[in-house]
């Protein structure tokens, strides 16, 4: 079969171009139809309610009570009373106590060491016989005053006696051996003083912090021997913010000061202690009021002695509120408020604070016996949220 070319130059009759329209808007609408009618028929899923979040929480019921304020502080541990020892006469060092040692404990009174006495004995026993010279010439002039009496009074019988008598009846001599006796007798005392002297003993029960003498040494008077502390009682140096002086009792006629809780920072010792004075200045770099503490008995501490030098933290009872609530520090929230729990929601409150610091706030009002307290940490809290409660404190 022969087919005809076709001329592609020809162009198309209008006919053909409208039925080729005709077509595309056919083909085009069958499609959006067909949309349509899939999107109106397509299967819907069921409708849920939104889920309400309410967060688990951690709370604690409060209770309204008296409450003592405590403010905390650190101090340092100091002698109550250092004395250095020294010699009241010099000498050789015969004896030296066993117990006399650096870090040893001795007695109140009891002897240190002596020093070499054959020299301060010889002198008492010169001063002894020199007491018995002047003795013996204060007999001998009194019995010249017997003989001077009886002629002054034979003179007097006469009528040759004269106005003044004093010099007849050996008044001055008298006195000048009265004069002699008492100076022996000084100096006798003071060579027995002298000769007690050469034993040095402890002024009190003390611990021995120095010693630099040994059996053997030439000492003087000006030499220190040693260094006593007493064991006794000892002090604590503390500073304190000056805010926090009115919650202090301090001591006065009338009574003691705050007591205080002593523990060790290195050991976990505890005394208890009292508040002895408040110093007249305040520290100079952090500007605080610096007060001493009576810390007794130090080296009975348990589990392990108190020592000078040591840090130690201090607990000191303050005055006593009423009716205020105690909440850990980390449940009162930003601008001083609570976060409460009521009927399942969260109720902010506004606190007024009564006391607080590092650990713990005292409320005195914003509160009441009851309330439930959240104490855990919410990311955003909102007044009238719902929220799950968890376990209570």
């Known amino acids: 079969m022969i087919i005809p070319e076709c001329d592609s130059t020809k162009p198309m009759s209008p006919k053909i171009k409208m039925l080729i329209l005709v077509l595309a808007l056919l083909v085009l609408g069958a499609g959006i139809f067909t949309a349509v009618r899939f999107i109106k028929t397509r299967p819907k899923p069921p409708q849920r309610p939104p889920a309400v979040i309410a967060p688990l929480i951690e709370t604690v019921a409060v209770a309204a009570g008296d409450e003592t304020v405590v403010i905390r502080a650190l101090g340092t541990v100091v002698p109550a009373r250092q004395t250095q020892i020294r010699a009241e006469v010099a000498g050789v060092v015969r004896e030296i106590a066993p117990g006399f040692l650096p870090g040893a404990t001795v007695a109140g009174a009891s002897p240190l060491l002596r020093l070499v006495d054959d020299d301060f004995r010889l002198s008492v026993a010169g001063r002894e016989a020199d007491l018995e010279n002047v003795r013996a010439a204060l007999e001998l002039e009194q019995g010249y ?22 010099l007849a009846l050996r008044k001055p ?7 002699k006796v008492r100076q022996s007798e000084a100096a006798l005392e003071q060579a027995r003083l002298d000769l007690k002297r050469t034993t040095i003993s402890a002024p009190f029960t003390a611990l021995v912090l120095d010693k630099h003498v040994e059996v053997g040494s030439r000492v003087s008077i000006t030499d ?26 301090l001591p006065s006629k009338d009574g003691q ?13 505890e005394r208890e202690g009292r508040i002895l004075r408040l110093r007249g200045d305040l520290e100079e770099q952090g500007r605080l009021a610096r007060m001493q503490i009576s810390l007794p008995a130090p080296l ?38 609570v976060w409460t729990v009521h009927n399942a929601t969260l109720a902010i409150r506004q606190a007024e604070i009564a006391w607080r610091d590092t650990d713990w706030v005292l409320i005195s009002g914003g509160l009441d016996s009851g309330d439930i307290v959240v104490t855990s940490d919410l990311s955003t809290p909102i007044d009238g949220m719902p929220v799950t409660l968890g376990q209570e404190r």
């Open 224 to 249: 220190t021997l040693a260094t006593l502390v007493d064991t006794r009682e000892y002090w604590i140096e503390a500073t304190v913010a000056v805010d926090r002086l009115p919650w202090i009792t």
């Open 257 to 269: 000061g705050s007591a205080v809780r002593i523990r060790s920072q290195a050991s976990g010792a």
């Open 145 to 166: 005053q017997e003989v001077a009496r009886h002629e002054w009074d034979l003179l007097a019988m006469t009528g040759k006696a004269g106005e003044s008598p004093d």
């Open 300 to 337: 009975d501490a348990l589990p392990a002695p108190i020592l000078l030098g040591e840090y130690v933290r201090l607990e000191i009872e303050g005055r006593r509120l009423e009716n205020v609530i105690r909440l850990p520090r980390s449940a009162l929230r930003e601008n001083d408020t």
């Open 173 to 179: 001599q008298l006195a000048q051996a009265r004069a």
